[in-house]
C-alpha cells in the first residue's frame, strides 16, 4: 500500500534522516519503534506532507506521490492522528468529522443538520464506536476525542492512517477499546502506522515492526519473530542490561518535612519527610493529588493549613520565587508548557533560574552562564548541534535534560521530579535515571511522582502512595511489589 | 555515535544562530537606500540623512519601550497619548518656571507611572494587555486635554530648544539621545537579568513563574519602561516643535508597532531584538523621507507604508517556513 524509498532530510547541524525505507502493506499494523530523535516524527511530516524532504520517493498503492503539501498527502489516503488532537472543541462530533465536507442542503452556503448527524453517525457506526454525533468535544474525554479523530479519518476515505502515541494518556479499558477499533480499520483493509513508546503493546496489536535509530531504518522485523530484547537493543544500538542503575542508599540529615497540609478539595493532611541523599517515589491514580502536592510545596498553588520545614526550619513558600531562593527545584509534568521557553536556547533555558549567580552589580556574564550551559549540555550528553540552539528542536529526552541542567545550574537541594520520564524513549530513560541517581548519590533529596511503577520500584529509597489528596501508604523499597503499591492507590480498604 | 563529546562545536553556530535573523531587515533597508540614491540625487547627502535620523528619532524611542512590551509577550496601545500627557506635563512645568532637569525628570516620571499602572492591570488585575493599555490609551489622551484645556502649551526657552536644535560633533543632540536609548535598551537587554526575563516570560510565562523569576513585578518594570521611553521621546517633541500638544503622538503607538514588527520581532513574543527595531524604524524613516523627495503625496505614502509592512513580514513567515 504504501513505499517510502531513500527518504532524507536534512536540517541545520542535523541529519534527520538519511534514506529510510518504510513499506507497509494494506490491513497491517506496521509498529514504528526508535528512541525520540531517531527520526520517526520527521518520517510520519514528510508522509503527512507537513515537512519537505530532500531525497526520496514515496509510492501510495504503486502510485507515486510528491507528498508536497498536507492536501495533496491527505488526497492520496493520508491521516495522521498527532498526540495533540487536530479537533475544533466548540463545534460537536459530526461538525468535526465532516469539517471541510458539510452536507450542503437546498439553501446555498447552509449545512443540511440532519444529514450531517446522519453520516457521522454512519462512521461512528461503521468503528462500533458510541458516540453521540451532537455531543460537543470539548465535554469530551480525551480517549473518545481520539475516537473521533479516527472516524474523521476513516471519513476521509484514508488509505493510510498514522498513531502517533495513540494510548500515551488513555487508560487500560480504553486502550482495548482502541485496539478493538484498530483491529476493525485493518480489516477493512487500512493500513496502520503505529508508533508507541510501549513495548507490551507490540505483540498486542501489531504485524510487523520496523527500527530506526539516529535517522536510518534498521531493521524490519515480523512481530512474532523478535523478542522484546532484541527490539531494545536495535533500537539502542547496544544492549540494556540494568536499565536501573545500582544505587547505595547513603541517608543523610532530614532536608524536607511537610506535615498537615491541607489545600481544600485537594489536598488532605498530606505529612511526609524527605531525607538528603535519597529518592522517595510518590505513587498513586491519576487526580490522587501528586502533582497538586507538588505545586503546593512549591508555592504554585495556595495552601489552606499546614507547614513546610526546609533543613529544619519553618518556612513560608508562597511563591514559586521564594521556593526557588531556598533551594527547591520543579521539574514539571509537562516540560513544554511548564518547564521551557521553546523558543529560547539551550544557554538561557539552562541559566534561567540562577542568573543572580551570573550576575556581578547588575551586569550578566553571559560568558560565564555559556561556560556553565556548555559544561551541563557536555556532562548530561545534551544532543545538539550548540548551546544556541532553540530548545523547541531537540527531541524529548533531550528537552527534559534541559530541564534538569536548569536545577542543576541552580543547584537546587531539594528536587520534585513529576513525571520525569514521561515520552522519552527507553535510551534516554536510562540516561535520566543515572542522573537522578546521581543527584541523590551527591546529596540532594528527591521526591520522584511517577505513573510507571517498575519506575518507582527501581529508582525509590522509599514509595509514598497518594489516594484522594491524602498519603495513603509508605512503603520500603525492599517490601514494595507492584500488586502492594496498586491495592494501596485503589483506595483504602473499608475496616472491618 | 551518542557518546560523542559536544563541547567542541559549541562556537561558531552559536554566534549565526543568535544573529542571522537580523540579516534579512538590514538587507532590505540597505536596498532601499541603494534605490533611492539612484532615483534621487538628494538622498545620500549628509544633510538629508541626519535629517532622516532627526525625523525617525522619536518613533525609534517609543518603539524601544514597545520592543520590550512586545518581547514580553504584550502590547502597549497607549504610547501615543501617554507621550501626548508627559508632553504636555513637561510643557506646563517649564511655563510654571520648573528648572529644566526637574521638569524632564516630572515628564519621565508621569510616563513611568502611566505604565506602572498599564503594569499593574496586567500583572495583577489579569487583563489582558490589549484591553488594559486599550483603556489607557484613552484616559491618558484625555487627562492631556483636561489638564491643558485642550490648547497647547509653547514658547519656551532657548536652553530647552537645543535639545532639538543643538549639535555634538556635527550631529544633532536628538539623535545622540537615540542611539544612548538603543545602546542603553541593547545592554539591558542581553547583559542583565532583566533582559532576559523579558524573553522568557514572552517565550513561555508558566514555566519562567515555575523557575522562580519574578513574573509580576517584571511585567509591572516593563510595561513602566515603555511608558518612560514614550515620555521621552515627548522631550524630544516637545523641543523640536517648541510646544507641548495634547493633541500629539495621535497614531504613535501603530508607527511604533510597526517599526518593532518590520525589525523581526516577534508578536507572540519571545523573539526580536532592539536592533532589528532600530533599523524597522530607519526603514520607515526613509521611506517617508524617500517619497518626500520623490515627490510622492502623503495619500500615496500610506499605501506604500501599509505595502511594505505586510511585505516585511511576509518576507519573515516565508523565511522562517523555508527552513522548516
Same mark, same amino acid.
Given at each position: 500500500?504504501?513505499? &517510502?524509498?531513500?527518504?532524507?532530510?536534512?536540517?541545520?547541524?542535523?541529519?534527520?534522516?538519511?534514506?529510510?525505507?518504510?513499506? *507497509?502493506?494494506?490491513?497491517?499494523?506496521?509498529?514504528?519503534?526508535?528512541?525520540?530523535?531517531?527520526?520517526?516524527?520527521?518520517? &510520519?511530516?514528510?508522509?503527512?506532507?507537513? %515537512?519537505?524532504?530532500?531525497?526520496?520517493?514515496?509510492?501510495?498503492?504503486?502510485?507515486?506521490?510528491?507528498?508536497?503539501?498536507?492536501?495533496?498527502?491527505? +488526497?492520496?489516503? *493520508?491521516?495522521?492522528?498527532?498526540?495533540?488532537?487536530?479537533?475544533?472543541?466548540?463545534?460537536?462530533?459530526?461538525?468535526?468529522?465532516?469539517?471541510?465536507?458539510?452536507?450542503?442542503?437546498?439553501?446555498?452556503?447552509?449545512?443540511?443538520?440532519?444529514?450531517?448527524?446522519?453520516?457521522?453517525?454512519?462512521?461512528?457506526?461503521?468503528?462500533?464506536?458510541?458516540?453521540?454525533?451532537?455531543?460537543?468535544?470539548?465535554?469530551?474525554?480525551?480517549?473518545?476525542?481520539?475516537?473521533?479523530?479516527?472516524?474523521?479519518?476513516?471519513?476521509?476515505?484514508?488509505?493510510?492512517?498514522?498513531?502517533?502515541?495513540?494510548?500515551?494518556?488513555?487508560?487500560?479499558?480504553?486502550?482495548?477499546?482502541? !485496539?478493538?477499533?484498530?483491529?476493525?480499520?485493518?480489516?477493512?483493509? %487500512?493500513?496502520?502506522?503505529?508508533?508507541?513508546?510501549?513495548?507490551?503493546?507490540?505483540?498486542?496489536?501489531?504485524?510487523?515492526?520496523?527500527? &530506526?535509530?539516529?535517522?536510518?531504518?534498521?531493521?524490519?522485523?515480523?512481530?512474532?519473530?523478535?523478542?522484546?530484547?532484541?527490539?531494545?537493543?536495535?533500537?539502542?544500538?547496544?544492549?540494556?542490561?540494568?536499565? !536501573?542503575?545500582?544505587?547505595?542508599?547513603?541517608?543523610?540529615?532530614?532536608?524536607?518535612?511537610?506535615?498537615? $497540609?491541607?489545600?481544600?478539595?485537594?489536598?488532605?493532611?498530606?505529612?511526609?519527610?524527605?531525607?538528603?541523599?535519597?529518592?522517595?517515589?510518590?505513587?498513586?491514580?491519576?487526580?490522587?493529588?501528586?502533582?497538586?502536592?507538588?505545586?503546593?510545596?512549591?508555592?504554585?498553588?495556595?495552601?489552606?493549613?499546614?507547614?513546610? &520545614?526546609?533543613?529544619?526550619?519553618? %518556612?513560608?513558600?508562597?511563591?514559586?520565587?521564594?521556593?526557588?531562593?531556598?533551594?527547591?527545584?520543579?521539574?514539571?509534568?509537562?516540560?513544554?508548557?511548564?518547564?521551557?521557553?521553546?523558543?529560547?536556547?539551550?544557554?538561557?533555558?539552562?541559566?534561567?533560574?540562577?542568573?543572580?549567580?551570573?550576575?556581578?552589580?547588575?551586569? $550578566?556574564?553571559?560568558?560565564?552562564?555559556?561556560?556553565?550551559?556548555?559544561?551541563?549540555?557536555?556532562?548530561?550528553?545534551?544532543?545538539?548541534?550548540?548551546?544556541?540552539?532553540?530548545?523547541?528542536?531537540?527531541?524529548?529526552?533531550?528537552?527534559?535534560?534541559?530541564?534538569?541542567?536548569?536545577?542543576?545550574?541552580?543547584?537546587?537541594?531539594?528536587?520534585?521530579?513529576?513525571?520525569?520520564?514521561?515520552?522519552?524513549?527507553?535510551?534516554?530513560?536510562?540516561?535520566?535515571?543515572? $542522573?537522578?541517581?546521581?543527584?541523590?548519590?551527591?546529596?540532594?533529596?528527591?521526591?520522584?511522582?511517577?505513573?510507571?511503577?517498575?519506575?518507582?520500584?527501581?529508582?525509590?529509597?522509599?514509595?509514598?502512595?497518594?489516594?484522594?489528596?491524602?498519603?495513603?501508604?509508605?512503603?520500603?523499597?525492599?517490601?514494595?511489589? +507492584?500488586?502492594?503499591?496498586?491495592?494501596?492507590?485503589?483506595?483504602?480498604?473499608?475496616?472491618? | 555515535?551518542?557518546?560523542?563529546?559536544?563541547?567542541?562545536?559549541?562556537?561558531?553556530?552559536?554566534?549565526?544562530?543568535?544573529?542571522?535573523?537580523?540579516?534579512?531587515?538590514?538587507?532590505?533597508?540597505?536596498?532601499?537606500?541603494?534605490?533611492?540614491?539612484?532615483?534621487?540625487?538628494?538622498?545620500?547627502?549628509?544633510?538629508?540623512?541626519?535629517? @532622516?535620523?532627526?525625523?525617525?528619532? @522619536?518613533?525609534?524611542?517609543?518603539?524601544?519601550?514597545?520592543?520590550?512590551?512586545?518581547?514580553?509577550?504584550?502590547?502597549?496601545?497607549?504610547?501615543?497619548?501617554?507621550?501626548?500627557?508627559?508632553?504636555?506635563?513637561?510643557?506646563?512645568?517649564?511655563?510654571?518656571?520648573?528648572?529644566?532637569?526637574?521638569?524632564?525628570?516630572?515628564?519621565?516620571?508621569?510616563?513611568?507611572?502611566?505604565?506602572?499602572?498599564?503594569?499593574?492591570?496586567?500583572?495583577?488585575?489579569?487583563?489582558?494587555?490589549?484591553?488594559?493599555?486599550?483603556?489607557?490609551?484613552?484616559?491618558?489622551?484625555?487627562?492631556?486635554?483636561?489638564?491643558?484645556?485642550?490648547?497647547?502649551?509653547?514658547?519656551?526657552?532657548?536652553?530647552?530648544?537645543?535639545?532639538?536644535?543643538?549639535?555634538?560633533?556635527?550631529?544633532?543632540?536628538?539623535?545622540?539621545?537615540?542611539?544612548?536609548?538603543?545602546?542603553?535598551?541593547?545592554?539591558?537587554?542581553?547583559?542583565?537579568?532583566?533582559?532576559?526575563?523579558?524573553?522568557?516570560?514572552?517565550?513561555?510565562?508558566?514555566?519562567?513563574?515555575?523557575?522562580?523569576?519574578?513574573?509580576?513585578?517584571?511585567? @509591572?518594570?516593563?510595561?513602566?519602561?515603555?511608558?518612560?521611553?514614550?515620555?521621552?521621546?515627548?522631550?524630544?517633541?516637545?523641543?523640536?516643535?517648541?510646544?507641548?500638544?495634547?493633541?500629539?503622538?495621535?497614531?504613535?503607538?501603530?508607527?511604533?508597532?510597526?517599526?518593532?514588527?518590520?525589525?523581526?520581532?516577534?508578536?507572540?513574543?519571545?523573539?526580536?531584538?532592539?536592533?532589528?527595531?532600530?533599523?524597522?524604524?530607519?526603514?520607515?524613516?526613509?521611506?517617508?523621507?524617500?517619497?518626500?523627495?520623490?515627490?510622492?503625496?502623503?495619500?500615496?505614502?500610506?499605501?506604500?507604508?501599509?505595502?511594505?509592512?505586510?511585505?516585511?513580514?511576509?518576507?519573515?513567515?516565508?523565511?522562517?517556513?523555508?527552513?522548516?
Amino acid at each position: 500500500m504504501l513505499a &517510502m524509498r531513500g527518504i532524507a532530510k536534512r536540517y541545520p547541524g542535523v541529519v534527520a534522516l538519511d534514506g529510510v525505507d518504510l513499506t *507497509v502493506e494494506s490491513g497491517e499494523v506496521h509498529i514504528l519503534l526508535g528512541e525520540n530523535g531517531a527520526g520517526k516524527s520527521t518520517l &510520519m511530516k514528510i508522509l503527512a506532507g507537513a %515537512v519537505a524532504r530532500d531525497a526520496g520517493t514515496i509510492e501510495v498503492a504503486g502510485k507515486s506521490c510528491g507528498m508536497a503539501t498536507p492536501r495533496a498527502a491527505q +488526497q492520496a489516503g *493520508v491521516a495522521i492522528i498527532y498526540q495533540e488532537f487536530n479537533l475544533v472543541p466548540h463545534l460537536t462530533v459530526g461538525e468535526n468529522i465532516l469539517l471541510g465536507r458539510e452536507p450542503a442542503s437546498g439553501l446555498p452556503g447552509f449545512i443540511a443538520a440532519d444529514a450531517l448527524r446522519r453520516e457521522a453517525q454512519r462512521w461512528l457506526g461503521e468503528l462500533g464506536i458510541a458516540l453521540d454525533p451532537d455531543a460537543r468535544v470539548a465535554d469530551l474525554g480525551v480517549a473518545e476525542q481520539q475516537m473521533v479523530e479516527v472516524a474523521k479519518a476513516l471519513s476521509l476515505e484514508a488509505r493510510i492512517l498514522v498513531m502517533d502515541e495513540p494510548t500515551s494518556a488513555l487508560s487500560n479499558a480504553e486502550i482495548s477499546r482502541l !485496539f478493538e477499533v484498530i483491529r476493525r480499520l485493518r480489516r477493512r483493509g %487500512v493500513a496502520i502506522i503505529y508508533i508507541s513508546h510501549r513495548m507490551e503493546e507490540l505483540a498486542q496489536i501489531g504485524d510487523r515492526v520496523t527500527v &530506526m535509530r539516529d535517522g536510518r531504518h534498521v531493521a524490519t522485523r515480523g512481530i512474532p519473530d523478535v523478542t522484546l530484547d532484541e527490539l531494545i537493543r536495535l533500537m539502542v544500538g547496544r544492549e540494556l542490561k540494568e536499565q !536501573f542503575p545500582a544505587r547505595r542508599t547513603a541517608r543523610g540529615a532530614e532536608a524536607l518535612r511537610v506535615e498537615g $497540609l491541607t489545600r481544600r478539595g485537594v489536598l488532605h493532611d498530606v505529612s511526609f519527610t524527605l531525607h538528603c541523599g535519597e529518592v522517595v517515589g510518590l505513587a498513586g491514580l491519576m487526580g490522587s493529588g501528586r502533582t497538586e502536592l507538588a505545586r503546593a510545596i512549591f508555592g504554585a498553588d495556595r495552601i489552606d493549613s499546614g507547614r513546610v &520545614m526546609l533543613n529544619g526550619r519553618d %518556612v513560608a513558600i508562597d511563591s514559586p520565587r521564594t521556593a526557588v531562593n531556598l533551594g527547591l527545584g520543579f521539574l514539571t509534568e509537562d516540560r513544554k508548557r511548564q518547564g521551557l521557553v521553546l523558543c529560547r536556547d539551550i544557554a538561557e533555558n539552562t541559566s534561567l533560574a540562577s542568573l543572580d549567580r551570573f550576575c556581578r552589580g547588575g551586569v $550578566l556574564s553571559t560568558a560565564r552562564a555559556e561556560a556553565a550551559a556548555t559544561r551541563l549540555a557536555t556532562d548530561l550528553r545534551i544532543k545538539a548541534p550548540s548551546i544556541a540552539q532553540a530548545v523547541v528542536n531537540l527531541s524529548g529526552g533531550n528537552q527534559q535534560k534541559v530541564v534538569l541542567a536548569k536545577w542543576i545550574c541552580r543547584e537546587a537541594g531539594v528536587l520534585l521530579f513529576d513525571e520525569p520520564t514521561r515520552g522519552i524513549d527507553v535510551g534516554a530513560k536510562t540516561e535520566i535515571y543515572q $542522573l537522578i541517581s546521581r543527584l541523590a548519590a551527591e546529596g540532594r533529596a528527591i521526591l520522584m511522582i511517577s505513573s510507571e511503577l517498575p519506575e518507582i520500584l527501581g529508582m525509590s529509597d522509599r514509595i509514598l502512595v497518594m489516594h484522594a489528596g491524602r498519603i495513603a501508604g509508605e512503603f520500603s523499597a525492599a517490601g514494595a511489589t +507492584q500488586e502492594a503499591i496498586l491495592e494501596c492507590a485503589l483506595g483504602p480498604k473499608v475496616a472491618a | 555515535m551518542r557518546a560523542r563529546p559536544q563541547g567542541r562545536r559549541m562556537k561558531v553556530p552559536t554566534f549565526i544562530a543568535r544573529h542571522g535573523r537580523q540579516a534579512g531587515t538590514v538587507a532590505v533597508f540597505l536596498m532601499l537606500c541603494a534605490v533611492l540614491s539612484v532615483l534621487t540625487p538628494h538622498f545620500l547627502t549628509t544633510s538629508n540623512l541626519l535629517n @532622516v535620523a532627526q525625523q525617525t528619532v @522619536v518613533n525609534a524611542i517609543v518603539a524601544v519601550g514597545l520592543t520590550y512590551v512586545i518581547l514580553s509577550g504584550g502590547i502597549d496601545l497607549s504610547v501615543g497619548s501617554v507621550l501626548a500627557l508627559a508632553g504636555v506635563v513637561l510643557g506646563l512645568a517649564l511655563e510654571a518656571g520648573w528648572p529644566l532637569p526637574v521638569a524632564i525628570a516630572a515628564c519621565v516620571l508621569v510616563g513611568a507611572l502611566c505604565g506602572v499602572l498599564n503594569g499593574m492591570l496586567v500583572a495583577f488585575g489579569r487583563l489582558p494587555p490589549f484591553i488594559a493599555t486599550l483603556g489607557l490609551m484613552s484616559i491618558a489622551r484625555g487627562a492631556a486635554l483636561l489638564v491643558t484645556d485642550g490648547r497647547p502649551v509653547s514658547g519656551f526657552d532657548g536652553s530647552f530648544r537645543w535639545l532639538a536644535t543643538g549639535e555634538l560633533l556635527g550631529v544633532p543632540v536628538p539623535v545622540w539621545c537615540m542611539l544612548a536609548v538603543y545602546v542603553a535598551a541593547h545592554v539591558v537587554l542581553h547583559r542583565t537579568r532583566f533582559g532576559r526575563y523579558v524573553f522568557a516570560i514572552g517565550g513561555n510565562e508558566e514555566a519562567t513563574l515555575l523557575s522562580g523569576v519574578p513574573v509580576a513585578r517584571c511585567k @509591572v518594570g516593563i510595561y513602566a519602561l515603555g511608558g518612560g521611553l514614550a515620555a521621552g521621546a515627548s522631550v524630544l517633541l516637545t523641543a523640536r516643535l517648541n510646544s507641548a500638544q495634547p493633541i500629539a503622538g495621535l497614531n504613535y503607538e501603530l508607527d511604533a508597532i510597526a517599526a518593532t514588527v518590520i525589525g523581526g520581532t516577534s508578536l507572540l513574543g519571545g523573539q526580536g531584538s532592539v536592533f532589528g527595531t532600530l533599523v524597522g524604524a530607519l526603514i520607515m524613516g526613509v521611506l517617508r523621507n524617500g517619497l518626500n523627495l520623490l515627490g510622492v503625496s502623503s495619500f500615496v505614502q500610506q499605501v506604500v507604508i501599509g505595502a511594505v509592512i505586510i511585505a516585511a513580514v511576509l518576507l519573515d513567515t516565508f523565511f522562517k517556513r523555508s527552513r522548516r
